[in-house]
Every structure is written in structure tokens, then in C-alpha cells.
């Protein structure tokens, strides 16, 4: 079995339902095993061809994250493939060591004078782009969550406004624990009912979403550059997600109420027991949070 013929049966196996990220991602990973180190079937591989392989993405300026994310598709690559042929044979790429590589630039949450301005901002410009950004400041979704919410996803006449986040045909989840109803307080509450109001078609931000797919990479790149004209690249939309857990911190969330909030996965087997806080609980706690 050749490397090439492992990332089919790991896309057959795991990419169902995934969305075409997921496939750019793994096929991504694996020509970059294929351009530095070659096409071999899984037998030939070994700790020397993981150790080229991490050292040349070095040397291509990938920082440590990425290469540890790049690894970590191969290795399951290679975990799948060889589970399904009946390969007894150890992972190379498994435990590399990447203490050379370079370790990148920290994502900077946002101050909390600097999220009122991009929200106050966003209301004096008013489109869709910077509804995206406002009901991602208040809820701390994932941008491919946001733009990928249709409106049937959004209960604003709810005695408690909030968006349900559900898997969509086009727009996966990202965990298990991404799915969750979050409740629309503040910024979020504004931008969700404005661009309800305005969205012509079934989804919330039909420019980034339609029934072929999400686009939030061309959200990101579009959001990105608007807040680096404001900001002087100080942010990344991404900062928002970080900037909500700090801000549910400062008056004392409980942790667990917090993952929830935010998808974020919470470790413990209790934890796997029931169906979580309920809205208002959940609720309570944003609204003290909101601006």
C-alpha cells in the first residue's frame, strides 16, 4: 500500500460528511511527505524520512503548530491505512521531536476597550461582513460556525435569542462538542437580527455560505484585513474566541459552563453525563459577560 493509496482509504474512512477542508487539509499534508521525502509504501517509511520530512518544513518557514498539525494528519493517515490492510508495523511518524522548530506567533486575546470598539464599529458600518464579526465578539463561535449558519438555525423569537449550531451538509462541525445552542446577548443579538433581517436566501451570510459549501477561509482573509486596517495587525478574528473565555474568566464562569459556551471539549468522564447547563443558566452568565 503506497502512501497515496493510505490517504484514500483514511478519506474513505474518516472523511465522510468532513467537508472539502478536511480533504485540502489531508491531501495538503501528505504531498508535502510526497514532495520531500517521496512516494513509498508504508513498510519503506522510517524515523529518518519523519525527521527529513519535519526538518525541510522547517526550512519551507512552517512554525511549530503547523508542522505538529501536518504530522498529526500523516500519522493518522498512516494509522488508518495500516489498520485496514492488517500492517503490524510501528508508526515513524509517531513521537517526533519538534523542539527545533520555530515556535511562531502567540494569538493575542483582545483587550476589552478594543472589543467595544470593533462592536461599536461594526455598528456604524452596518453590512454583513461586520455583522459576522459582531456575533462572533458576543458568542465566540468559530468563524466557519457563523458563517455557516442558516436561518433556520437562528431562534430569535425565543424567549432566550440564541443560534443552534448543528452539523450541516455544507458546513461540518469541527468536535463532537462543537454542537450546542448558544444564546444571542449583546453585539451577537444585534448582528444575528440584522443579518436575518437582510440575508435574501436561507442562510444567515449567504456571501460566504450556499448549499456548495462554506467559505470561511475567504471570510477569514476578508475579516483579517479589515481589523488589520483598524488595528495595525495587532488582531486575527480568531483572537475574538480566545478573548471570550478570558472575558467569561474575569467574572468567575465556571470552567465547565465556559467549554460549553464556546464548544470547547471538557475532560473528565462526568462530564459525559447529561445534557449539560440549560439556556437560561447559560444565558445568566453571557449577559453579565456582554458589553
Known amino acids: 500500500m503506497t502512501i497515496q ?12 460528511g468532513k467537508g472539502s477542508r478536511f480533504k485540502r487539509y489531508a491531501e495538503r499534508s501528505v504531498g508535502y511527505l510526497i514532495e520531500f521525502v517521496g512516494s513509498k509504501s508504508l513498510t519503506d517509511y522510517s524515523r529518518s524520512d519523519a525527521n527529513a520530512l519535519r526538518d525541510a518544513l522547517i526550512d519551507r518557514g512552517l512554525v511549530a503548530s503547523s508542522i505538529k498539525r501536518n504530522f498529526e494528519v500523516i500519522r493518522s493517515v498512516f494509522n488508518v491505512a495500516a489498520k485496514e490492510a492488517g500492517l ?35 455598528h456604524e458600518k452596518d453590512d454583513d461582513i461586520r455583522w459576522l464579526i459582531a456575533l462572533i465578539s458576543d458568542t465566540g ?27 450541516r451538509p455544507w458546513r461540518p462541525l469541527k468536535t463532537g462538542s462543537s454542537k450546542r445552542d ?21 442562510y444567515l451570510f449567504p456571501r460566504y455560505c450556499s448549499e456548495h459549501g462554506c467559505k470561511a477561509d475567504y471570510a477569514s482573509n476578508t475579516l483579517n484585513k479589515w481589523l488589520k486596517t483598524q488595528f495595525q495587525d495587532q488582531y486575527v ?41 440549560s439556556l437560561a443558566n447559560i444565558s445568566r452568565w453571557m449577559l453579565r459577560m456582554s458589553l
Open 88 to 122: 503490524d508495523v510501528v508508526n515513524p511518524f509517531s513521537r517526533v521531536i519538534f523542539s527545533s522548530a520555530p515556535p511562531g506567533r502567540k494569538r493575542e486575546p483582545i483587550p476589552i476597550n478594543d472589543i467595544y470598539k470593533i462592536q461599536q464599529l461594526c
Open 237 to 277: 478574528v480568531h483572537s475574538l474566541r480566545h478573548s471570550l473565555r478570558d472575558r467569561l474568566r474575569e467574572i468567575e464562569c465556571p470552567s465547565d459552563v465556559v467549554d460549553q459556551i464556546g464548544g470547547w471539549r471538557t475532560l473528565g468522564i462526568g462530564t459525559q453525563y447529561g445534557n449539560g447547563y
Open 182 to 202: 448558544v444564546p444571542l446577548v449583546g453585539a451577537a443579538l444585534w448582528a444575528a437580527t440584522r443579518a436575518f433581517e437582510s440575508s435574501p436566501s436561507e
Open 141 to 167: 463561535m468559530r468563524l466557519a460556525e457563523a458563517t455557516g449558519l442558516a436561518k433556520e438555525d437562528v431562534f430569535l423569537d425565543a424567549e432566550i435569542p440564541y443560534v443552534r449550531l448543528c452539523e
Open 5 to 16: 493509496d493510505a490517504l484514500l482509504e483514511y478519506l474513505r474512512h474518516k472523511g465522510q
